[in-house]
């Protein structure tokens, strides 16, 4: 079920179509790193939200759009064909528990000593509204501190985010981030912090991957997920990124209405 690789390939190509002012294929790679991988799905918001914000809303449309024509042709046939099959997926985690590598699972662990400590709907609302609270403050935040900033770049917070409220944490979602750091937050100490600070994770989480966690595992889980807190507020803090290649459209901001374009 983990077709991380391909959907981070999908991404990556979804930003450099996005860059480069072609927003139908931009939202075709992203409707295909969906159908690999659904979470992405949370991307359209700051790429959409750019080019609404820019004054393009067919763009943001064709977007859109675009997305959603690459899910359905790839999904549409198995959810036809075989749909009890196809939509395993959707009711698997829908019902599976807090995962080990969360902070869900510690405070049931730890402090009700039973997981999971709340019935699965609850944690699904939950984890669904802190995400979501999350994303505005941070939202907000980087308004206020940049009124300038490109939405788009939010996808490294969104989706940093997602990962912390959500009970589900797999090593290989810090993948995802890759390309997010080299495009939105480039410095090198805090990438090397995230990346150290998810070693201890790893070489614990397997060393017998049928053994309950430790203490050890979740502090080393807790301080992760500390770092990427670090990494978030970094990027509110910092300033946009210009990158080479862009074009000056793709950069531009809607001119004040009178003003010479």
């Not at 994303?135 to 300038?148: F, G, L, S």
Request: charged residues 15%.
């Amino acid at each position: 079920m983990n077709w991380d690789l391909v959907g981070i390939a999908f991404m990556v190509l979804a930003i450099d179509a996005f860059l480069r002012d072609r927003d139908v294929l931009s939202g075709v790679w992203l409707g295909l790193a969906v159908a690999a991988k659904f979470f992405p799905v949370l991307l359209l918001v700051p790429f959409g939200l750019d080019r609404w914000r820019a004054g393009r809303r067919a763009d943001a449309t064709r977007l859109v759009a675009g997305a959603g024509a690459a899910w359905l042709v790839v999904n549409l046939p198995f959810a036809l064909l075989a749909f009890d099959r196809w939509s395993f997926f959707f009711r698997f985690n829908a019902r599976r528990p807090p995962d080990i590598d969360t902070a869900w699972y510690a405070i049931c662990q730890r402090g009700f000593h039973d997981v999971p400590c709340m019935p699965t709907g609850l944690v699904n609302t939950a984890s669904f509204i802190l995400f979501v609270a999350a994303t505005a403050i941070v939202w907000r935040a980087k308004a206020k501190r940049d009124p300038e900033f490109r939405p788009w770049t939010m996808g490294f917070a969104i989706l940093a985010l997602f990962f912390l409220t959500n009970k589900v944490y797999s090593p290989q979602y810090d993948l995802w981030l890759l390309p997010w750091f080299a495009l939105v937050l480039p410095n090198p100490v805090l990438f090397a912090a995230f990346a150290i600070a998810e070693v201890p994770v790893f070489l614990i989480r397997y060393q017998d991957v049928l053994a309950p966690p430790g203490v050890g595992f979740q502090v080393a889980v807790l301080i992760r997920d500390l770092v990427l807190v670090g990494c978030v507020a970094a990027y509110v803090l910092g300033r946009g990124v210009e990158l080479p290649g862009v074009t000056p459209r793709a950069r531009s901001r809607p001119s004040p209405v009178g003003s010479p374009p």
